[in-house]
């Protein structure tokens, strides 16, 4: 909840009106698209499943089920969508960021689709290397780092034919997906992971 996070971001440091300017961006950026937030689900107004919100790595909870490669579908410095423009500049600015998107595959077969959006601050100073990023897992560089926090979840669920989604990846069915701000030195970046159908029905086997 907004406490939790608020009490959290004290811990780090943030001052108070950097951690209210965020907290509303996050409630707004929630009127586009359709993400939620994930207090929803807590309070039973959602059917999404609760290994959509876990706090801990995603690629070492992959890592369970088999071998783990990352794919690079992209990596481009772009403007991002507007809802994803919202969350990070608390405006409808038009900044450009580094787009990355890629596939996580567990033994050679699709598990999630992964998209993120590193604005041009965030990748100054000691977080330069990021923008020639390999195809080593974000999100697991993230959970190792010691200056590197995160905001609670939004979700979604859409068709997995949604035109977001890469060619080969589209089928027939829904997908959930969720996303989060990141805070590295202080300065937000989004990850959003989308569950492929795959990944869904290892889960709904445990």
Sequence with gaps: CATRIQATWRLQGFNATLRCAYLR????????????????????????????FLRDSLTAKLRSYGRVK??????????????????LY????????????VILTVDDIPWVFARSVLPHATLSGPSRFLRRWGTRPLGEFLFSHRDCYRSRFQFCQLSAEHPMMPSELRTSGSIWG????????????????????AFLSALSEH
């Design 70 to 87: 990352v794919h690079k579908i992209q990596q481009h410095w772009g403007l991002p969508k507007r809802d994803e423009r919202l969350l």
């Design 25 to 52: 961006t996050f409630m707004s950026s929630l009127r586009t698209q359709d993400w939620r937030d994930q207090r929803l689900n807590s309070l039973g107004r959602s059917s999404a499943p609760s290994t959509l």
């Design 90 to 101: 608390r405006t409808d600015s038009k900044q450009h960021a580094l787009i990355r998107e």
């Design 178 to 197: 969720r996303r989060s701000l990141f805070f590295l030195h202080q300065k937000p970046l989004i990850v959003a992971e989308y569950y492929l159908p």
